[in-house]
């Protein structure tokens, strides 16, 4: 049989089914990439967490989570928009994935790790990418930071990023 793709393409394509590298995950590693901060996005880690992290820095114990504003319900967003058929069903999936996010969150504070949200959104355009990177240092502590340092203030509250 032949394929309709060349081998490239068709890896290429294949790996866009099987892998969960979005476009906002992609971009949020080259940005810390670039600012120098260490971090795994396959490792034991990423699989063996509460909610599977898409980014962790293991020095800082912090563990990043990218959120598609739809599928995780960014309110007030303008990519947060329900569909008006089945309404219902809707608002029952997204609260759900809400829920789950937030036991996910707890779970992961209570083993130690401080938790960052943020939303694709804030992913999405070079102006908001720009808008993040210059609180990422905040969000997540400076990248050089030594891990026998206490590098961010553990805070009960989820730190949450979006568009301005
Ligand atoms: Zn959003």
Not at 84 to 90: E, I, V
Not at 92 to 115: F, P, T
Not at 136 to 158: I, K
Request: aromatic fraction near 8%; charge should be positive; charged fraction near 25%.
């Amino acid at each position: 049989m032949t394929d309709i793709f060349t081998p490239e393409k068709r890896s290429e394509v294949m790996s866009r089914i099987r892998g969960r590298d979005t476009k906002p995950e992609i971009a949020l590693r080259s940005l810390l990439h670039r600012m120098g901060y260490r971090f795994t996005v396959n490792g034991p880690k990423n699989r063996g967490l509460p909610g599977k992290p898409d980014v962790v820095l293991p020095l800082l114990r912090t563990v990043v989570f990218v959120h598609g504003c739809f599928w995780h319900g960014h309110e007030g967003c303008k990519h947060f928009r329900l569909p008006k058929s089945r309404h219902d069903w809707w608002v029952a999936k997204i609260s759900g994935n809400k829920a789950r996010d937030q036991r996910n969150e707890s779970a992961l504070r209570e083993m130690g790790w401080h938790v960052v949200t943020i939303w694709a959104c804030a992913l999405g355009t070079h102006a908001a990418r720009t808008w993040l990177e210059a609180r990422l240092p905040n969000l997540l502590g400076p990248p050089g930071a030594s891990p026998a340092l206490p590098m961010v203030a553990e805070d009960a509250t989820p730190y949450r990023t979006g568009n301005p």
